[in-house]
């Protein structure tokens, strides 16, 4: 199974932007569909955006505009831009497939604060 480890949260001030990147341990090129969650405090994990191994993308609602999902399949890599933070975007960040097979990662935290 493909494990998949997330990178580049940190410490952001609203309005600012991130970028985060999920590298996955083989090939992505027969993961259909990759996408990123995220888990806030007393919060379940939602989706927050998804991309087809077509690059056909779907964005949650709270993110649209401002999110862009993204994905290398040469460098096994899906990346999540994120601009315009905003502090309810606080949360850590989970990449995986759709629907889940594999287990999840230790995730990424992304705290936006002034």
């Known amino acids: 199974q493909v494990q998949l480890v997330e990178s580049g949260g940190g410490l952001v001030q609203p309005g600012g932007s991130l970028r985060l990147s999920c590298a996955a341990s083989r090939s992505i090129f027969s993961l259909n569909i990759m996408a990123w969650f995220r888990q806030a405090p007393g919060k379940q994990r939602e989706l927050v955006a998804q991309i087809t191994i077509a690059d056909r993308t779907v964005y949650a609602d709270s993110v649209q505009g401002r999110f862009t999902i993204s994905r290398d399949n040469a460098k096994n890599t899906v990346y999540l831009q994120m601009n315009s933070l905003k502090p309810e975007d606080t949360a850590v960040y989970y990449c995986?497939?759709?629907?889940?097979?594999?287990?999840w990662g230790q995730g990424t935290q992304v705290t936006v604060s002034s």
């Open positions: 995986n497939t759709l629907p889940r097979i594999g287990p």
